[in-house]
């Protein structure tokens, strides 16, 4: 059983397209997270939902939206995609949004912008 | 501004050596400390985490950690490696008084060769 699971794996579009990653938890937990890892591997958090409130919203272009239409599920929608937004999009769970509480990753989305 | 630091973008060692991998971080309040694991390709495994107590934590696969508060310090290693553990290593904090959002070092490539 996939814990995190997140589709597509692999995504290339064009620039000023707009696309969606899906994340899925069958955890029961009531915390999911968006990462980004760029080409550098240099990982930094996105957004982050508790039982689908957005608590965590960092420094990202509002071309980017997060939706939590449940609190197993936490989508990405990108608008316009960039250049710059080529990246492996994680998606991560835990148990609460207390501090210290074990993320568990997804296997990642690989956005590829032409 | 919170940071972690890994010394070393890239370590090698020979199979059967030991592994260090070194992580400092900057905080004024108490850390929590994460060792993640990246095979290539796939997502993040915890390798294991410090939250309070004991200072020595064991984690999975043979690896283990030390906080040491007063070198602002949490050094990764294992006594003896495995052609298995080549992979990316990350570091990780997460801070007391905010919410769970995970704190990257820029991570390390471990490279086992016979």
């Known amino acids: 059983d996939t814990a995190v699971s997140q589709t597509p794996k692999y995504l290339v579009t064009q620039m000023g397209n707009d696309k969606s990653i899906k994340c899925e938890q069958n955890l029961g937990h009531d915390t999911m997270y968006w990462y980004k890892q760029d080409s550098k591997k240099f990982l930094k958090i996105m957004f982050s939902?508790?039982?689908?409130?957005?608590?965590i919203n960092e420094t990202v272009p509002n071309r980017f939206s997060p939706k939590s239409p449940d609190k197993a599920h936490l989508n990405l929608h990108i608008n316009s995609l960039e250049l710059g937004d080529s990246a492996v999009y994680f998606c991560?769970?835990?148990?609460?949004?207390?501090?210290?509480?074990?993320?568990?990753f997804g296997p990642g989305t690989r956005l590829t912008v032409l | 501004a919170q940071s972690v630091t890994q010394l070393g973008s890239h370590v090698s060692v020979s199979e059967g050596a030991l592994v260090l991998l070194r992580c400092n971080y900057s905080s004024s309040v108490p850390p929590y400390l994460f060792w993640y694991v990246q095979y290539p390709n796939q997502g993040l495994q915890l390798l294991l985490k410090y939250t309070t107590g004991a200072t020595l934590v064991k984690g999975i696969n043979g690896f283990e950690a030390e906080f040491k508060k007063s070198e602002t310090s949490f050094h990764l290693t294992k006594p003896s490696a495995h052609m298995s553990d080549a992979a990316e290593y990350f570091c990780a904090v997460t801070l007391s008084g905010g919410y769970n959002k995970l704190i990257f070092g820029a991570g390390t490539r471990l490279a086992v060769h016979p």
């Open positions: 991560a769970s835990s148990q609460s949004s207390g501090i210290g509480d074990t993320q568990y």
């Open positions: 939902y508790n039982n689908k409130e957005l608590i």
